[in-house]
């Protein structure tokens, strides 16, 4: 969903472009095992993985350009090892539940982008009335209005129905869509003061529970590019794009049932990241 034209995602909603998917062996979840043990499922996945990544890379059409540096200080830092700084990540919170109040100095930069690499890999950027209150929350006041009206073809109600969900983004009864960003850390590759560009690695779950769901909750692993700009006194995106990996070797864990990540999504709550 990058606002500008020289920023090419090669990742799309909830994953990557070439999303590594691992299905569980039949009968270990997500219902009838004869089901899960046919190719039908994986086809599925695919297909939806290429939705998004159709999506973002309509969204990410704009005329505008990445920030630059303004007061031609700004250099490329050494990178550093994420690390707790142990400074309150924001000052307050807004009502649209979205964290903001973050400080204008790199700490606060990268603080910015992990939450907002959160929210925007989510399953409320799908709903339609929720949408423009995370847009205009997180993004810099001059691409809120294009971003909008990209957003709402990319995410219409065919596109809705492909992945699932109804023209107001909800899935069917008894099933929960997932889309959760889990950021493992920061890199800030430009500052300026007023400019910043950092790089958030995620890991993510996305997906649809529910016995009878074709596209069952799977992980990925991308990072996000995020040109923020300090403006109204907070960072807002300017544009942001995304590419797959860095990725480790999928372990062999036990893959749960449909039920317990539906459980597991309603009662953990996420987090406000820091730097």
Same mark, same amino acid.
């Given at each position: 969903?990058?606002?500008? /034209? ?8 909830g994953?990557?472009g ?41 969204a990410n059409?704009g ?126 590759? /430009? ?65 749960s ?19």
């Open positions: 969903m990058s606002l500008g /034209d020289d920023h090419e995602s090669s990742g799309g909603y994953g990557t070439q999303t590594r998917t691992r299905l569980p062996d039949p009968g270990d979840a997500f219902g009838d095992p004869r089901r899960r043990s046919s190719s039908r499922s994986l086809v599925t996945v695919v297909g939806v993985v290429v939705l998004l990544i159709a999506a973002i890379a309509f059409r005329d505008g350009d990445s920030p630059s540096s303004t007061d031609g200080s700004s250099g490329k830092p050494d990178a550093a090892a994420t690390a707790p700084s142990g400074q309150r990540p924001v000052k307050s919170k807004s009502t649209a539940g979205i964290p903001s109040g973050f400080a204008q100095d790199q700490k606060g930069a990268e603080s910015a982008a992990a939450n907002y690499a959160v929210v925007l890999v989510s399953a409320d950027i799908l709903k339609p009335a929720r949408r423009p209150e995370i847009v205009r929350q997180v993004f810099d006041a001059g691409r809120v209005s294009e971003l909008e009206r990209n957003l709402d073809q990319v995410y219409s109600k065919g596109f809705l129905a492909k992945v699932g969900l109804d023209e107001n983004g909800e899935a069917p009864k008894g099933s929960t869509y997932v889309s959760r960003t889990m950021p493992v850390g920061t890199k800030v590759t /430009d500052f300026s003061g007023s400019t910043a560009t950092v790089e958030v690695w995620c890991t993510g779950v996305f997906g649809m529970t529910g016995e009878t769901s074709q596209n069952p909750v799977t992980n990925d692993w991308f990072t996000m590019t995020l040109q923020l700009r300090w403006t109204d006194g907070d960072w807002k995106v300017d544009s942001f794009s995304q590419k797959e990996g860095p990725a480790p070797v999928n372990g062999d864990n036990k893959v049932t449909s039920e317990d990540i539906s459980k597991a999504v309603e009662e953990f709550g996420g987090f406000t990241y820091a730097r």
